[in-house]
């Protein structure tokens, strides 16, 4: 089992920025990609960024390239993602996930761990 625990949120204006981090503990060594979901109030989860644990492969959503990037310490066991240029519309529990296979990146359900979330808040 892998155990997952996001940091990082909180309430920033719009332009602002945060560095969420997710630390890993338990079988981390299984760990093959780490990715990052946010929820937004009435919406479904839906993929943020991914990255191969073991190198440095990542993969965005459209909506995100150029303003979040993710990263990862595998001494530290610990996933980052900066977010930049928030957006109101960023507004969302950001959740972290770890798998155990490869697959496709942007597939929610393919993702065996996930963190409890932390609340990023942008105002206007």
């Known amino acids: 089992q892998v155990q997952l625990v996001e940091s990082g949120g909180g309430l920033v204006q719009a332009g602002g920025f945060l560095r969420l981090s997710c630390a890993a503990s338990?079988?981390?060594?299984?760990?093959?990609?780490m990715g990052w979901f946010r929820q937004a109030p009435g919406k479904e989860r839906e993929f943020v960024a991914a990255?191969?644990?073991?190198?440095?492969?990542?993969h965005y959503a459209d909506f995100v390239k150029g303003r979040f990037t993710i990263s990862r310490d595998t001494a530290m066991n610990t996933g980052y993602l900066q977010v930049n240029s928030l957006k109101p519309e960023d507004t969302a529990v950001y959740y972290c996930?770890?798998?155990?296979?490869?697959?496709?990146?942007?597939?929610?359900?393919?993702?065996?761990?996930w963190g409890q979330g932390t609340q990023v808040t942008v105002s206007s």
């Open positions: 990255i191969l644990w073991s190198g440095r492969s990542t």
């Open positions: 996930a770890a798998r155990r296979m490869g697959g496709i990146f942007y597939t929610r359900t393919s993702y065996d761990f």
């Open positions: 338990g079988r981390t060594s299984s760990i093959v990609d």
